[in-house]
């Protein structure tokens, strides 16, 4: 019912910063709730940031005052704007969509790898 398609990882130095971006498919102020999360290898999958239908916006410890979370409503677009970029921030990135339509419906991208070395 949403796909989700994440894009704007890459390679970059400590200190550099990435966009992420998420394009869903449909209305995304019709998801409750939509979440980066992040997996590092040999880690669990990670809360990022989240950002409510209303606006509110929530940060993980390890990237708050680095990384902010927003949308583009009209361009049902979902962002991740990563500064000061850390080795420790390298991982997948994954788009999540979290919807309450008569049921819970929950959706991921395909993630997008973000390398942070010199």
């Known amino acids: 019912q949403v796909q989700l398609v994440e894009s704007g990882g890459g390679l970059v130095q400590p200190g550099g910063s990435l966009l992420l971006s998420c394009a869903t498919s449909?209305?995304?102020?019709?998801?409750?709730?939509m979440r980066w999360y992040r997996q590092a290898p040999g880690k669990e999958r990670e809360v990022v940031a989240a950002i409510t239908s209303g606006g509110s916006t929530d940060y993980a410890d390890p990237v708050k005052g680095r990384f902010t979370i927003s949308r583009d409503n009209a361009k049902n677009t979902l962002y991740l704007q990563m500064n000061s970029l850390k080795p420790e921030d390298t991982a997948v990135y994954y788009c999540?969509?979290?919807?309450?339509?008569?049921?819970?419906?929950?959706?991921w991208g395909q993630g997008t790898q973000v390398t942070v070395s010199s």
């Open positions: 999540n969509a979290d919807a309450e339509w008569g049921r819970r419906y929950n959706y």
């Open positions: 449909g209305n995304i102020l019709s998801i409750n709730v």
